[in-house]
């Protein structure tokens, strides 16, 4: 599967779970890390943590696993490495503190909601 139809399924997981203020920063023409990293916050640790296990799940049905996984025991922000895409999901209170998409500002930015 190419990195944008996984970016849609992505996306389309994070809605299933209420994700909030998720955006999408197209990092393919300025590193090699990665193709996208999408971003998305949750309301609380707990809610953080299903997102992340929701992703995690559903992507695993798909044959799909990330390679790295980070910040599972403080769930303030959890990132799931899956080469191409970085899924970065945070408390809200975080997100800003770290501001990604200011850091990445050179990436092409879509917010979907």
Request: aromatic share 10%; hydrophobic share 40%.
């Amino acid at each position: 599967m190419d990195s944008k139809r996984l970016v849609e399924k992505i996306v389309s997981f994070m809605e299933e779970k209420k994700a909030r203020d998720i955006s999408i920063i197209d990092i393919e023409n300025i590193t090699e890390i990665a193709d996208y990293f999408i971003i998305c916050s949750g309301t609380s640790t707990t809610h953080i943590k299903a997102i992340a296990d929701e992703l995690d799940f559903k992507l695993g049905e798909m044959g799909l696993h990330a390679h790295h996984k980070e910040g599972y025991e403080t769930a303030r922000w959890i990132l799931l490495d899956y080469s191409d895409v970085v899924i970065h999901v945070f408390h809200q209170e975080d997100r800003g503190f770290y501001n990604l998409e200011r850091l990445w500002s050179d990436g092409v930015l879509t917010n979907i909601r």
